[in-house]
């Protein structure tokens, strides 16, 4: 009997927003697999660990893939890294993969998820509360109402986008461009909040284009709403 490979989201930062199901699958199993080349130093680790202490004992399965805008590159670091997966899940063991926010929005698990299937092995998902439900409710403020339509974006793939359609709009994953992406807020007219590495000890609130700073870090989300009287 092959293992189960599963994709378990810890949520964005803070241990106290990890769910039971996944608290409960890190506990049942002894293999934790985390993307990175040192699991201990990931972000995904180092949430999970306060929320179970016991993972600390585990055995950590490190998958490291780079991050790279090399298509042949990644191409061959997803395959090695559903390589090693396969070699464990061949043994009988399952595998506990920890993801950051929610396993279904922009993973890295995904890629490695369509390679073990394809090669016959079985899968699950554990939904985590994703980073920007978790930015929204530290702001104190909803993502949508009504009949509000709500855009979704990664701003650094997503530049030539004038934030010109209804509702309200989530900008992820936009440091490294922030600049662009500034520029691009403040002519879109609109009420802008950004968080960056929410729920960690090192979060910071933006309630404003003017009080974002240009060198915001990898983990900083912004939420781009509409005005009230448009």
Not at 32 to 55: F, N, S, W
Not at 73 to 83: C, F, T
Not at 104 to 125: H, I, M, N, P, W
Not at 176 to 195: F, G, P, Y
Request: charged share 25%; proline share 5%.
């Amino acid at each position: 009997m092959k293992g189960t490979l599963y994709g378990v989201g810890v949520g964005p930062g803070d241990p106290e927003l990890m769910t039971l199901k996944a608290v409960r699958l890190i506990r049942e199993n002894k293999i934790i697999a985390v993307p990175g080349a040192e699991p201990k130093d990931t972000v995904a680790y180092k949430i999970a660990v306060q929320a179970v202490p016991e993972l600390a004992e585990k055995e950590l399965l490190p998958i490291y893939m780079p991050m790279t805008h090399d298509p042949e590159e990644l191409e061959s670091n997803h395959a090695r890294g559903a390589k090693t997966l396969e070699a464990v899940l061949n043994k009988g063991e399952n595998i506990i993969f920890l993801t950051l926010g929610d396993p279904c929005v922009y993973s890295t698990f995904t890629y490695l998820q369509r390679l073990v299937e394809a090669d016959g092995y079985k899968t699950a998902l554990v939904s985590g509360i994703t980073s920007f439900c978790a930015a929204a409710a530290r702001l104190n403020i909803p993502l949508s109402e009504w009949n509000q339509q709500l855009h979704v974006i990664p701003a650094v793939h997503r530049l030539d986008t004038s934030l010109n359609e209804h509702g309200n709009y989530i900008l992820m994953k936009s440091g490294k461009k922030m600049n662009q992406v500034k520029e691009i807020l403040a002519q879109s007219n609109r009420d802008v909040l950004m968080v960056e590495n929410c729920g960690m000890e090192n979060e910071h609130v933006y309630r404003s284009v003017e009080e974002i700073p240009d060198s915001a870090g990898y983990y900083s989300l912004i939420i781009a709403k509409e005005k009230k009287d448009s």
